[in-house]
């Protein structure tokens, strides 16, 4: 991945230097923890889902908390199948795992569900009312009172 310099933006920006640390840090590889995969959609203006590769995880063995803005999902097996075979053969990984994301403000977890192996997690961006941008009316004042100094 390609390191991007951000240094520019410093100079004509104030008061994003948390959002260029962020950016940052995410081209940094975070000790390669690549496991399991995941893919963030957008599904609509405020709408988001991250897909997550679970395989042989179940509802039970599947943990997910949201709090100050970390989502964090943590995966383990509580116990072994045995099948009615000997396993010669493990390509579906089953360690657990545990990934955490950081959500911008005002974005909050509206469901999950596990289907065919894939946890998706549904995260929709509510922002209040008071924080929208609001177009503001400028009014003209017509026949305004002029007033005049009298020299004396």
Do not use: C, W
Not at 52 to 61: E, L, R, S
Not at 132 to 147: C, D, M, N
Request: hydrophobic fraction near 35%.
């Amino acid at each position: 991945m390609r390191h991007v310099d951000f240094s520019p933006l410093y100079r004509s920006t104030v008061g994003f230097d948390r959002l260029f640390t962020m950016l940052d840090s995410l081209a940094q590889p975070d000790g390669g923890q690549t496991y399991p995969p995941y893919n963030i959609e957008r599904t609509g203006e405020d709408a988001y889902r991250i897909s997550m590769a679970v395989a042989g995880f179940g509802n039970d063995d599947i943990a997910i908390e949201a709090h100050r803005n970390v989502l964090t999902i943590k995966g383990e097996k509580t116990a072994e199948e045995k099948g009615e075979g000997e396993l010669l053969y493990r390509g579906i990984a089953a360690r657990s795992f545990e990934r955490r994301f950081q959500l911008a403000d005002h974005v909050e977890v509206t469901g999950a569900n596990l289907e065919n192996g894939l946890l998706h997690i549904d995260l929709k961006r509510n922002i209040p009312e008071e924080m929208k941008p609001r177009r503001i009316p400028i009014a003209s004042v017509k026949g305004a009172k002029k007033i005049e100094a009298k020299a004396e």
